[in-house]
Each structure stands twice: as structure tokens, then as C-alpha cells.
């Protein structure tokens, strides 16, 4: 059987487009009327007052927790969702946060700040109206993303893991905006993308536009950490970021794929890019991306909750193993053999093929 996998992921390298550039400049490939137009859109949510001023507070050099505390406290909703949070098991508190104040001590200014854009910001994108597309199921994509960023962040100790996290939400917030302002033209191109890896492609085809571009220029226009820009625009391609950015764009594209992992219909392709991340970018073995998928699937579960999103109880890393399975058997001529190897990498918490470079999951798919 040939390897159409290997063949699938060498188009999505071929057509990754041109590097990215630096966030201020211009790029003449870019269609600027329509970055204009969907940036511009009075149909996307903003950012509400509270958690605005809250940005604005903890940004200042001399900020007083005290003014910050009572500020979150007026949005009673968003503080309640700030203290479950940080009595998640993302978090690892040993011990029960029952106050803002106590809460804001714990985070810190900038983890709260953060906290604070995606816990308002996400819920308000899951309920926005957007014709046929699926936001919520787009916004529980982006929370996968955002905890597999922290995960792996703090696990390699390369960059803020809570900005990371910030990263991870925000990074495809540009799909949402492209839904909102250009409605069915985009359902078209998500038609012509069966899985989000080839969305960047197809938007630079069809739209000489792509939504990591808008998600950056997002970001920088709703006065969020600017930091983030260069990174979430390059997420999708990170290998041409510049070396400033490359690792925090190299941890957002494999935070990508690990949500994919959970909620595309077919893991495999996923599976097999995040090893080849891990193994060539990121020092990390198969064993540790299994670590990460697995305590992704416990964590993001406790997150749903806080953010407004459902998370499926049975979307755990044994399912995704079962699904594995069943799409190994459906691709490999001897089913015997497909299913001992399958359920024998499963079994044994280890990798689920011998892969080379940019072919998954080796053997078994030739
Ligand atoms: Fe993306």
C-alpha cells in the first residue's frame, strides 16, 4: 500500500506559502482589503468592559492587586469562572482558592491577565453567530490547543507557559472572524479543507488570506500581549518563522495537532506529525507525546466547565488509542497483524509505529 499519508504531509509542506514576515510589515502576497474587511467586522465580539479594564490594570508597571481584585469582582460570572479555573486540575492546586484576592496572588499579573482574555473572549466567540459553521466545536478545538501549548511548554521549559496557553486560544481566532464576515465564501473553503492542517493552504489559494495572519493582526488590534502575533501567525508554518519566534510557533503548530488528536474524525495523520515534531524540534520522544496527549485529555476536561465548553467525557487517550485502531484496520491489508501492532502500542504506552521523518507511522502503511 502506498504511503498517503507521507504524500499528504509533503503537500502541506510544498504549499506552506511564503515565511513569515515581521508582524509591522507588509506582505505584498496578502489581500489588505479583506484583512480590512474581517478585522473590521462589527459582527465579531469585543472584549467586555470588565475584562478589558482588567487588561489595562495589570498591564500597568505599579498595579494594585487590591483595585484589580475588586474590578474582576463587578463581573461576578467572570470571577466565578477565574477561581474554578484555578481549582482545575490544570492548575495543580493542592489546596482550595476561594477569593479573588488569593486567586490573583497564585496567578500573578500576566497569568491572569491571560486568564482573564481567554475566559471571556472564548465563551463569547463559542455563542457567536456564524451561519452553518460550528464555533463551539471550533472553540473546543482552540481550548485543546491552549493546554496542549501549556503542556508541552512547561514540560521543555522554553517559553511562558501561560502565554502559551494564551497563544493556543487565540491562535485560530482568525477562522471564527473569516466565518463571521465572509459567512457561506467561507464555508466553501473550509469544504476544500478536510482537516485544519490543510486550511492554511487553502485560504492562500482561495483567499490570498489566511487566518493565522488574521488572528495575529487580531491580536494586535484588541491591545492583547503583542508578543503573541508573530508566534500565532506563524503556527502553520513555523519552520520559516524567524529564530526569535521559531520555538513559540513550533510548540503552537504541535499544540494544534494534539487537538486534532481529539477532535478530527481521523487522528492518524496528527499522531504521526506530532511525533515528527517531537523527535526533530523538540528533543522529546513518543513516549513523552503520549504523556502530553494523555494528560491533555484529563486536563481539558476539568477546563471545559470554566470556559463554557462541553467536553466530551469520553474523549480520553484510550479512546483516541481505540480509534487508532479502527483506522489502522481500515488502511492495513492484513487485519491480524494491524490489530496486535495497534493495540500492542496502545497496551504498552508506547509509540504507535517505528515513523521516519515525515512518514508516519513507518512500516505499517507500506
Ligand atoms: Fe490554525
Not at 466567540?125 to 491552549?146: I, M, P, V
Not at 490543510?198 to 495575529?216: F, G, K, Y
Not at 496527549?293 to 466547565?305: C, I, V
Amino acid at each position: 500500500m502506498s504511503c498517503f499519508f507521507a504524500h499528504d504531509l509533503n503537500c502541506v509542506r510544498d504549499c506552506a506559502g511564503p515565511a513569515c514576515i515581521a508582524v509591522d510589515g507588509k506582505d505584498s502576497s496578502v489581500n489588505e482589503s479583506l484583512l480590512e474587511r474581517v478585522c473590521g467586522c462589527p459582527a465579531l465580539p469585543a472584549l467586555p468592559m470588565v475584562a478589558a479594564e482588567v487588561l489595562r490594570l495589570a498591564s500597568a508597571p505599579d498595579a494594585h492587586l487590591s483595585r484589580i481584585a475588586s474590578t474582576l469582582n463587578q463581573d461576578a460570572t467572570l470571577a466565578a469562572r477565574v477561581l474554578k479555573t484555578v481549582n482545575s486540575s490544570a492548575f495543580g492546586q493542592r489546596r482550595r482558592i476561594t477569593s479573588i484576592p488569593q486567586a490573583i496572588g497564585i496567578l500573578g499579573q500576566r497569568q491572569l491577565k491571560n486568564l482573564v482574555v481567554g475566559l471571556t473572549l472564548i465563551p463569547a466567540l463559542g455563542k457567536s453567530k456564524t451561519g452553518t459553521f460550528d464555533q463551539l466545536a471550533h472553540c473546543r478545538r482552540s481550548l485543546y490547543s491552549a493546554n496542549a501549548a501549556k503542556i508541552f511548554s512547561t514540560r521543555i521549559k522554553t517559553s511562558d507557559p501561560d502565554e502559551l496557553f494564551l497563544g493556543g486560544l487565540l491562535m485560530d481566532l482568525g477562522v471564527i472572524a473569516l466565518a463571521t464576515a465572509l459567512g457561506d465564501e467561507y464555508s466553501r473553503v473550509l469544504l476544500k479543507a478536510p482537516k485544519h492542517a490543510d486550511l492554511e493552504s487553502v485560504e492562500r489559494q482561495m483567499l490570498s488570506l489566511t487566518h493565522s495572519r488574521i488572528s495575529a493582526a487580531l491580536v494586535e488590534r484588541w491591545n492583547l500581549p503583542s508578543e503573541l502575533a508573530e508566534p500565532i501567525r506563524c503556527h502553520h508554518t513555523p519552520q520559516k518563522s524567524s529564530h526569535s519566534v521559531r520555538s513559540g510557533a513550533m510548540l503552537l503548530y504541535v499544540s494544534g495537532l494534539c487537538a486534532d488528536v481529539y477532535v478530527e474524525e481521523d487522528p492518524l495523520w496528527a499522531i504521526a506529525e506530532i511525533e515528527r515534531v517531537c523527535r526533530e524540534e523538540l528533543q522529546l520522544t513518543n513516549c513523552d507525546a503520549n504523556e502530553v496527549l494523555s494528560e491533555l485529555a484529563e486536563s481539558t476536561r476539568s477546563l471545559g466547565e470554566s470556559f463554557q465548553i462541553q467536553i466530551d467525557p469520553m474523549a480520553t487517550f484510550a479512546e483516541s488509542g481505540r480509534r487508532r485502531t479502527r483506522k489502522f484496520l481500515q488502511i492495513n491489508p492484513d487485519p491480524r497483524e494491524a490489530r496486535h501492532r495497534a493495540e500492542t502500542a496502545i497496551t504498552e504506552h508506547r509509540p504507535i509505529g517505528n515513523a521516519s521523518p515525515g512518514s508516519p507511522t513507518g512500516q505499517w502503511f507500506h
